[in-house]
Nanobody, 124 residues
Framework: QVQLVESGGGLVQAGGSLRLSCAAS????????MGWFRQAPGKEREFVAA????????NYADSVKGRFTISRDNAKNTVYLQMNSLKPEDTAVYYC?????????????????WGQGTQVTVSS
């Protein structure tokens, strides 16, 4: 059983930064694609960023491109989301997810495992 636990959320002012972490256990992290998604109240869950098992580059939603950076540390079974220049519209619960097939895909349905989420609130 794969378990994912997000941390690092909080309340920040617009223009500030946060780094989210997602710790994985119970699986083969180094072979998983990993993604970050977010969901605001009353909104559908949306793709934020993803990284594949064999490529260090990230795949990003247009809304966060240039501001957010996804990375992974396979030795620590952890994926990160560095969020800079935060905007009020970034406010959401952020979820990490794992794709056992390895791809850093934007398609939410391809992720088999999900964390519980961490709240990010950006004040204006």
């Amino acid at each position: 059983q794969v378990q994912l636990v997000e941390s690092g959320g909080g309340l920040v002012q617009a223009g500030g930064s946060l780094r989210l972490s997602c710790a994985a256990s119970g699986g083969s992290f180094s072979t998983y694609g990993m993604g970050w998604f977010r969901q605001a109240p009353g909104k559908e869950r949306e793709f934020v960023a993803a990284i594949s098992w064999n490529w260090s580059g990230g795949n990003y939603a247009d809304s966060v491109k240039g501001r957010f950076t996804i990375s992974r540390d396979n030795a620590k079974n952890t994926v990160y989301l560095q969020m800079n220049s935060l905007k009020p519209e970034d406010t959401a619960v952020y979820y990490c997810a794992a794709n056992p097939r390895g791809g850093g895909t934007i398609v939410v349905g391809l992720y088999a495992y999900w964390g519980q989420g961490t709240q990010v609130t950006v004040s204006s």
